[in-house]
């Protein structure tokens, strides 16, 4: 702990005096906000200390809490106590910081809470932690405001009215919402690329705009560069205000008091005002009238390749908010039904996952053992919920059932609207299965799921990828034999080997669409044991010389046996192809490689049938490895019905700052492109106009979230008239000369570890220097679909790609049932979920549940782009009583909302919903209780 009493401060009256010398010249040199005042005499300049401490990144978390979160804290407090620099001002953006104190540090927390008080230290940001804000999902950063700003109220008695963002390549524009559903007014982008010359984003202030007409007050600043050289760049008519923060990041421990002083010594001098940052803003409200409006994303750089880097943990995120999702729904209906509910566990598995999410951790930028660190802690994650989940389901299965038989299983649809398709189940010698009508359904042996590892918890959670992240196993096997330890089979990485020699021990098992499962609703599967019946049946996947040739009712396509690509997709055999003669598959390049040049691609080794009906029919494509003896392989699934091409890339990589993708060569001529986003479907230019001497350039890479898909805008061609891309764990569409390509891998460079703070593992020495070193698994599809796919049709697909039904066997006979069902297809509900805990602190702000009661949000978003009322239909097997309109915070007053038409009436939830808004709705069930 650093005794910041016996520091020695520096005098601002000697640096006074001295305004006109050499020093004070060395000064303004050197300073981050230096000026001649006769460039801009009315310019009114904010300063306000910050700081940013990355939570993982060059040392672990656990890590930093004595030796920079604490001393960083401390030295504020005493800078602002010590009076010796009056107006200084401070702030820190991540509330997880706040909490460590708190816990370990009572005393110092005491004297930040006075701080706040005497407005010395300016509460801002509001999220958990500081997050990317392109690969998370919509409710991960409703999540991190939730955590942030209710920890704030209960220990500050406010929340931050000012969001803040640091060091962000591109926003999506449906932040503004959230940020204003969830208490902030204002919006700071700290960022090292702004460039005002550029048409990519030409404001300093704005009002940015929600597709749902939500507005933020914004302004930007860059943080690093000199005042003179934005200075510049600004025209007449721009408002003349700039926020300035200044402060040290990481070891810096805070703000250096040199420059307290300096910034002292500008404000004598009349150049700056040091002051609070809501002030700034009331500065900026008075000239609101004066601003431009800005309804688009934000971008100020091209988004860079380390979106594709260390995927585990982007794997592992992705999973943690699916199984979440699934578990916090049946959590409720449980609990409705006078089971367990589990939310108040749930909140911390949240602070878990949420702190994974930090800027530089999740876009690879962290240490090894931060990854490490990551797995663990999501397998603790999804262990917890797997158990919840099946307890959850165990409760509801109970409570509906009017008898009990052997192996009978029941399924969960997660979703707000009647679901079938493919599902698989560990097989336990099952040979037969059937559905709740006791009708037969199709079955077949498989290996292996279409989700990622762990997004089924039903069949058997894997170990985590990741928890021996880059472990060097046959150096570490030797290193055990000298002390008579063998590793053990379990702790073995996979390989792509062994993961293809898996064994056939799943049922795959199709749902035709008079079976689905009902809206949020439960039915029944079961499984005979009996010997299987012959399938007579023919098979739908042919051969040639020259192609696999697979046909169903959707499409027709082709896989070349010379090079392993899709060559052919049509809508049948009489429709011409769609696609371009390099066809669909993979491509590497050099990370640094600024011409875009594809390095020489493996041969082919081979190709097969892995699977063959009646079901799923499956090729595997094998090519030689590459010259850092890289092996990657396709799996390409084509399954009876439907009209998704599913592929599978495996990977045993070992390149060095090389990129791989998947080339999506098609015939579709496009100029815009449709992506899933944070609670909405985007809609972009491929080309931006960047400057007047470059009129038209087209974008480098595009982030996304599960979905990609565009129109051919040449209609002559063929019968489809668009191409819609779908992925499980990668969030990135690069575009090539023309082409789109899916990133799948970047082997970037792994940052130097901080010695004198982490604590590294034995394997330093002699690990790999290179991320994503080992084995990789990508699902990724594609579907070529007619006219009558939209965008929500689009979505819904993309979601069912991401997030399966659930399963448990349960051993209950029940009827099926809908609990709850929407009447408008335009809005989805996304959210179910029991408030938090109710806070003491805050009691007018939020609802006080009794005994008896059990009070849940339900989310809902309009996706359609028009104002709809709906109905929400409850089931008459949970006892609601009312509900009405609430924050993201889950705040019933003081949230803004003024006038709202929810009401609960004859068994329906009824509200109206403005375009692209997203709703949350607090829903009042009574507890069934015992006799």
């Not at 920079?68 to 800078?79: D, G, K, L, N």
């Not at 005497?118 to 919509?138: A, F, M, R, S, V």
């Not at 029991?834 to 007018?844: C, G, S």
């Not at 009312?882 to 009401?903: C, P, Q």
Request: aromatic share 10%; net charge neutral; charged share 25%.
């Amino acid at each position: 702990m650093v005794n910041w009493e016996k520091r020695k401060l520096p005098e601002k009256s000697k640096l006074i005096l001295l305004k006109s010398s050499k020093k004070i010249k060395k000064i303004s040199k050197i300073s981050s906000i230096s000026l001649n005042p006769d460039d801009s005499p009315q310019l009114k300049i904010t300063a306000i200390g910050n700081s940013f401490i990355n939570p993982t990144h060059l040392w672990k978390n656990s890590d930093i809490l004595d030796k920079i979160i604490e001393p960083t804290f401390a030295r504020a407090v005493h800078q602002i106590q010590s009076l010796k620099f009056p107006n200084f001002v401070f702030s820190i953006n991540s509330v997880l910081y706040f909490e460590m104190i708190y816990e370990a540090y009572p005393e110092l927390f005491n004297h930040i809470q006075n701080c706040v008080d005497q407005k010395t230290w300016e509460l801002i940001g509001g999220e958990w932690i500081e997050i990317n804000l392109n690969l998370p999902n919509g409710e991960s950063i409703i999540r991190q405001r939730l955590m942030g700003q209710r920890f704030y109220a209960k220990n500050f008695y406010q929340i931050a009215k000012i969001s803040w963002i640091n060091n962000t390549f591109s926003v999506k524009n449906s932040l503004p919402q959230i940020l204003k559903k969830s208490g902030s007014d204002f919006l700071y982008l700290n960022n090292p690329f702004l460039d005002l010359n550029s048409n990519n984003f030409p404001f300093l202030h704005f009002i940015w705009e929600s597709p749902d007409r939500s507005q933020i007050l914004t302004t930007c600043s860059k943080r690093t560069g000199k005042l003179n050289e934005i200075l510049s760049r600004l025209s007449n008519d721009i408002i003349p205000l700039l926020l300035k923060p200044y402060g040290g990041e990481d070891k810096e421990l805070g703000v250096d008091p040199m420059k307290i002083v300096e910034k002292m010594v500008w404000e004598d001098l009349g150049y700056i005002h040091n002051q609070s940052i809501s002030k700034f803003f009331s500065q900026l409200m008075n000239n609101k009238e004066k601003l431009p409006s800005w309804p688009d994303n934000i971008s100020f750089n091209n988004l860079r390749n380390s979106l594709t880097s260390v995927g585990n943990v982007k794997e592992n995120n992705h999973t943690a908010e699916i199984i979440m999702f699934q578990a916090e729904i049946l959590s409720v209906l449980s609990g409705l039904l006078g089971g367990s509910h589990f939310q108040d566990e749930f909140s911390s598995d949240w602070k878990r996952i949420l702190l994974f999410q930090a800027v530089k951790t999740i876009e690879g930028r962290s240490i090894c053992e931060v990854y490490r660190d990551a797995a663990d802690e999501y397998n603790s994650i999804f262990h917890h919920i797997a158990s919840s989940q099946e307890n959850s389901l165990m409760t509801i299965a109970h409570s509906l059932k009017y008898t009990l038989k052997h192996d009978f299983y029941s399924i969960f649809n997660p979703t707000c609207w009647k679901r079938g398709g493919y599902i698989t189940v560990l097989r336990s010698n099952f040979n037969h299965a059937f559905d709740q009508d006791s009708a037969p359904l199709l079955v077949q042996e498989v290996a292996f799921s279409p989700y990622v590892d762990n997004r089924e918890v039903h069949l058997g959670l894997n170990s985590v990828p990741g928890t021996n992240y880059l472990k060097v196993y046959n150096k570490l096997a030797n290193d055990l034999a000298e002390i008579n330890i063998e590793i053990q089979k379990q702790d073995e990485p996979v390989t792509l080997r062994s993961y293809e020699e898996r064994s056939k021990n799943k049922l795959l098992v199709y749902i035709p669409p008079n079976s689905k499962i009902g809206s949020f609703g439960i039915g029944t599967i079961s499984f005979l044991k009996s010997p299987p019946k012959p399938q007579n049946f023919a098979s739908r996947l042919k051969e040639t010389e020259e192609f696999y040739i697979f046909s169903n009712m959707h499409y027709q396509v082709k896989v070349s046996k010379l090079n392993g690509k899709i060559m052919h997709v049509s809508r049948d055999s009489h429709s011409s192809n769609n696609i371009n003669k390099e066809g669909i598959g993979y491509k590497i390049y050099h990370d640094e490689d600024s011409k875009n040049t594809p390095l020489l691609f493996p041969e082919l080794e081979d190709i097969s049938i892995e699977e063959s009906g009646p079901i799923r029919y499956t090729l595997l494509v094998k090519y030689n490895p590459t010259r850092n003896k890289s092996t990657i392989h396709t799996r390409y699934c084509f399954y009876h019905e439907s009209p998704i091409i599913y592929g599978e890339t495996l990977v045993d990589w070992s390149e060095k700052l090389k990129i791989l993708t998947l080339n999506l060569g098609t015939k579709f001529q496009t100029s815009n492109i449709s992506l899933g986003s944070q609670y909405y479907v985007d809609k972009i230019d491929i080309e931006t106009k960047i400057s007047k001497e470059i009129e038209r350039k087209e974008r480098k890479n595009i982030s996304f979230q599960q979905f990609a898909s565009w129109e051919n805008e040449n209609k002559i061609l063929g019968d489809f008239i668009g191409l819609a891309v779908y992925s499980q764990t990668k969030y990135c569409l690069a575009l090539q000369n023309g082409n789109k390509e899916l990133t799948l891998l970047n082997s970037t460079k792994l940052p130097k570890p901080d010695k004198s703070l982490t604590i590294l593992d034995d394997d330093f020495e002699y690990r790999t220097k290179f991320n994503d070193q080992g084995f990789h698994r990508i699902p990724w599809a594609i579907e070529f679909y007619l006219e009558s796919k939209d965008k929500i049709d689009i979505l819904k697909t993309a979601i069912e790609y991401n997030v399966p039904m659930i399963l448990a066997p349960t051993n209950a006979v029940h009827k099926p049932i809908s609990f709850f069902q929407i009447n408008q297809t335009n809005v989805l509900i996304t959210t179910i979920k029991e408030i938090e805990e109710f806070m003491r602190d805050a009691p007018d702000w939020f609802y006080n549940p009794s005994m008896a009661e059990l009070a849940f949000i339900i989310r809902c978003v309009e996706y359609g782009g028009k104002q709809t009322n709906c109905e929400i239909i409850v089931s008459k097997k949970l006892n609601v009583k009312k509900a009405f309109e609430v924050d993201l915070l889950e705040r019933i007053e003081n949230n803004g909302i003024t006038t709202s038409d929810v009401e609960f009436t004859e068994g329906k939830i009824k509200f109206s919903i403005n375009p692209y808004e997203i709703k949350s709705i607090l829903v009042i069930g009574r507890i069934p209780l015992e006799e």
